[in-house]
């Protein structure tokens, strides 16, 4: 059987499908812990957001992305208590989980879709500027303090946030002397390679007088992600931070974004595959089940992609060096649950 994604909702893109077929049932590679927590995360984020309502994909098979977050958390919790562990058994999820292959709408070989990784880099910083330490994450400007995305939108034609591109940021537009000094507050100093990792993967753990501080983007100056340029340093988008206590994912302010485990979760086109699908990927090592938890620029009208967190690496040697077995595409499914008495929690 085969699903082909609405024309009307999936324009401009070309034409992808679901088509029911099994995966390669293997013991997963995430461990359950990881997975079950990354799908009570997004639960958690779904639930407040009322987001498993908005998926724009109509009558997709493996149904609401909620139904499957569900059935992962309440196995996981019950084989917790009993000591046994059923998300790792091939046989069990054959019999329990439906399955979708994705075939993207960017043909590849094998019909298989691109997958990146991402990670948040460990780096060094400062409390203020000297030597190399030069570049700065900065906070919401000032005349944001206390407005919600909306009431920022309706004011954006008068707000600092959404008057200066990236290279205005470089040139010091917050810093002394600039038009806008003052305005905005430096969260913490880095060099600029570290700068420009942050703002490529969203968030960054910086190492700060022996503590390790965790940022992540918190909302931009609303100008769109180009997808042609590969020069980061030539987009015009630009991001602006915000400390937080966990690597999280995506969500609708002022939801708190799910709380990402390494392996467990990817980011991908959310408005099209919906929030918190449960997906399978056949990577170059093996099978992994994960949780679409995050999004970005890069994935909207993206239906040939998903983006593979991996955790948190101190250089991109240790980066490449513990993922490069994943490889750089994958065989994706769509997964969903059977109404099965052997399956129940």
Known sequence: MTFVLSAALAAPLSTPVLREEAPPWTPPRVPTVELVETAREALRAGDAMGEWGRTTVPAWEPGPADAALRWIVAVGDADRAAGVDRLADPGFLRSCLTAWRWVPDVPREGERIRLTRYLVYGVAGETAPTGLFQHALWALPHDEAGLDAASAEARRATLDRFRYTRQDVAAGVYGAGGVAAGHAEPLVWLTHEAHEQALLQGSVAVEVGGKTRLFNVFRNNG???????????????????????????????????????????????????????????????????????????AFVDNLHQLDLYTGVFASAKAFSSATAAIGDTAEAWVLGVRETPGCAP
């Open 223 to 297: 100008i769109p992600y180009d997808k042609r340029e590969h020069d980061t340093t030539r987009q015009r988008a630009y991001w602006y931070f915000r400390k937080i206590d966990a690597v999280r994912g995506w969500a609708r302010e002022p939801v708190t974004g799910p709380a990402l485990r390494p392996y467990a979760a990817v980011a991908g086109d959310v408005d099209h595959l919906g929030f918190g699908r449960l997906l399978a990927l056949h990577t170059a090592d093996g099978l992994r089940l994960v949780v679409l938890a995050d999004t970005g620029g």
